[in-house]
Structure formats: structure tokens, C-alpha cells
């Protein structure tokens, strides 16, 4: 048994000006959204879903949407910004996300660089911000920020190839627990993005599981393994490699994983 996402409940506890929209199924709530803002729709449209059946994650991978066991919004924004600004989106995603679940679970969970909530070792939210960009000027047209939460654990359990990685939030029934976890972020999110930026990173830096840990990049962009340093004030990651010198990663060139 698992609760029903309810559009009144998390509208009552929405202190934000964000449209909610709500579907049962779709492929994925970032293509819907990105399909509204080429038509013209407004910043602020949140569309939340039950079950997708396409869900993606960065870097052309899959998220696994089941229904009734996660939370799958998306969010269509309209900044006055260069490209940079859509990092500092999915960064103060993250640290929205990392403080919707504190408030509503008291999980205290950790971000790995750049997209992921992790609780006990295992990812249980994934963000993926995309944008479209204005060739004449350099600025952004839209951006689309979504975001995934496992929220239970699936009653078939995680697919095999998951089962190492994925993790969830709740153990037990909450009839309530998506709903209020939707409207925690929400708020969250709406606040965070007019916060200052140096206390974001802040944030984001003291949440960042990867802090001095071995990690290699399984899609090449340095051989060996390397040292996490730090994260830079752009939200670039700071690795020291085996030869010793120092490179910052930036998020649409690598993911990395902590070597084992």
C-alpha cells in the first residue's frame, strides 16, 4: 500500500506562487515541460507525476520511475541569465532537496556531485536541469529543472542493475509522505533560487559526500583514479589526480564515482 500524491495537499502546503499541474503517467515530466515552454508557456508550471515511464537522468541515463513509490516533478523556469546559470539551478535543486528531506523525514542526506541525494550510501534523489539556450545573445530562453525522489522502496524491489546504487527513503506507509515532501521542496527550491549564492554553496559544500574521497571517471575524462579536494565557487569540482596536478571538473563534461 502506498499513499496517493494529492494536488490539494501539497497546494495547502505551498507558501510559493507555483502552478501545479498533475498527471497519473508520462513518459517523463522534463520532456512535457520542455514541450510548454517551446509553446510559451510562463515560468512557475510544476508538473508532478506518479509513475514515468521514460524517466531520465544525466549523461543519457534511465531513472527508475515506478508508480506509487516516488516523487517525479518538474519545474519550468524563465531566468534572466547566461548558461552558467542553469549549474547553479541543479546545485540549489540539490540543496532544496537535501532540506525538503530533512524537514519532512529529519534524514540528514548528503549530495553527491553534482545531482544526487544520498542516504545510507544510496541515492535516493536524482536532479536533471535542462535548458535551452538564445543563439543571439547568449542567454537562456527556458530552463527545466526536474526532479526524482524515491520515496519507498518498490514492491518488486529496485531493478537488478539498481540494487547496488538505489536506496529509498521511507521503509513503512506514510499516506501523507509525497505530498508533503513535494511542497517542502517546492518552497524550498522557490526560496533557495533567490538566496544568496555564497550560502548555498556553503551548504551544498558541507553536504558533499565526496570530500576527500578516491573517485574515477567511468566516462574517461581522466584516467586513474583522483583526489576530491574541494568544490570551486562555480560549483566545480576540485580533484587532484595521480600525477599530482589539479583539475576542475565541471558538471556537463563527467560524473564520477567514489572508487572502491
Same mark, same amino acid.
Not at 7 to 30: G, K
Not at 74 to 102: H, I, K, N, Y
Not at 144 to 173: K, T
Given at each position: 500500500?502506498?499513499?496517493?500524491?494529492?494536488?490539494?495537499?501539497?497546494?495547502?502546503?505551498?507558501?510559493?506562487?507555483?502552478?501545479?499541474?498533475?498527471?497519473?503517467?508520462?513518459?517523463?515530466?522534463?520532456?512535457?515541460?520542455?514541450?510548454?515552454?517551446?509553446?510559451?508557456?510562463?515560468?512557475?508550471?510544476?508538473?508532478?507525476?506518479?509513475?514515468?515511464?521514460?524517466?531520465?537522468?544525466?549523461?543519457?541515463?534511465?531513472?527508475?520511475?515506478?508508480?506509487?513509490?516516488?516523487?517525479?516533478?518538474?519545474?519550468?523556469?524563465?531566468?534572466?541569465?547566461?548558461?552558467?546559470?542553469?549549474?547553479?539551478?541543479? &546545485?540549489?535543486?540539490?540543496?532544496? =532537496?537535501?532540506?525538503?528531506?530533512?524537514? #519532512?523525514?529529519? $534524514? %540528514?542526506?548528503?549530495?553527491?556531485?553534482?545531482?544526487?541525494?544520498?542516504?545510507?550510501?544510496?541515492?535516493?534523489?536524482?536532479?536533471?536541469?535542462?535548458?535551452?539556450?538564445?543563439?543571439?545573445?547568449?542567454?537562456?530562453?527556458?530552463?527545466?529543472?526536474?526532479?526524482?525522489?524515491?520515496?519507498?522502496?518498490?514492491?518488486?524491489?529496485?531493478?537488478?542493475?539498481?540494487?547496488?546504487?538505489?536506496?529509498?527513503?521511507?521503509?513503512?506507509?506514510?499516506?501523507?509522505?509525497?505530498?508533503?515532501?513535494?511542497?517542502?521542496?517546492?518552497?524550498?527550491?522557490?526560496?533557495?533560487?533567490?538566496?544568496?549564492?555564497?550560502?548555498?554553496?556553503?551548504?551544498?559544500?558541507?553536504?558533499?559526500?565526496?570530500?576527500?574521497?578516491? &573517485?574515477?571517471?567511468?566516462?574517461? =575524462?581522466?584516467?586513474?583514479?583522483?583526489? #576530491?579536494?574541494? $568544490? %570551486?565557487?562555480?560549483?566545480?569540482?576540485?580533484?587532484?589526480?595521480?600525477?599530482?596536478?589539479?583539475?576542475?571538473?565541471?558538471?556537463?563534461?563527467?560524473?564520477?564515482?567514489?572508487?572502491?
Amino acid at each position: 500500500m502506498r499513499d496517493r500524491l494529492s494536488a490539494a495537499a501539497v497546494q495547502a502546503l505551498l507558501t510559493c506562487p507555483y502552478r501545479l499541474s498533475f498527471v497519473d503517467e508520462t513518459s517523463s515530466t522534463n520532456t512535457d515541460v520542455k514541450a510548454l515552454a517551446e509553446q510559451g508557456e510562463g515560468e512557475g508550471l510544476v508538473l508532478i507525476a506518479d509513475r514515468q515511464t521514460e524517466g531520465r537522468g544525466r549523461m543519457g541515463r534511465t531513472f527508475h520511475s515506478p508508480q506509487g513509490t516516488g516523487l517525479y516533478l518538474s519545474v519550468l523556469l524563465r531566468p534572466q541569465g547566461v548558461a552558467d546559470e542553469a549549474v547553479r539551478m541543479t &546545485v540549489v535543486a540539490a540543496v532544496a =532537496a537535501a532540506r525538503a528531506v530533512q524537514s #519532512v523525514f529529519d $534524514i %540528514d542526506a548528503g549530495i553527491k556531485w553534482v545531482n544526487d541525494l544520498y542516504y545510507k550510501e544510496r541515492k535516493v534523489c536524482g536532479i536533471l536541469t535542462e535548458s535551452s539556450l538564445n543563439l543571439t545573445d547568449g542567454t537562456l530562453d527556458y530552463a527545466v529543472c526536474g526532479v526524482g525522489f524515491n520515496v519507498f522502496p518498490p514492491q518488486e524491489g529496485f531493478p537488478e542493475h539498481l540494487q547496488s546504487v538505489a536506496g529509498a527513503l521511507c521503509d513503512g506507509y506514510d499516506e501523507s509522505a509525497r505530498s508533503r515532501l513535494a511542497a517542502a521542496f517546492l518552497n524550498e527550491f522557490y526560496r533557495g533560487r533567490t538566496e544568496a549564492w555564497t550560502s548555498i554553496l556553503a551548504e551544498y559544500r558541507r553536504r558533499c559526500v565526496l570530500m576527500g574521497k578516491s &573517485v574515477t571517471s567511468p566516462t574517461g =575524462a581522466f584516467e586513474g583514479a583522483g583526489m #576530491v579536494l574541494g $568544490i %570551486d565557487d562555480s560549483a566545480g569540482l576540485i580533484v587532484r589526480l595521480a600525477d599530482g596536478s589539479i583539475r576542475v571538473l565541471q558538471s556537463g563534461e563527467v560524473s564520477v564515482r567514489i572508487d572502491e
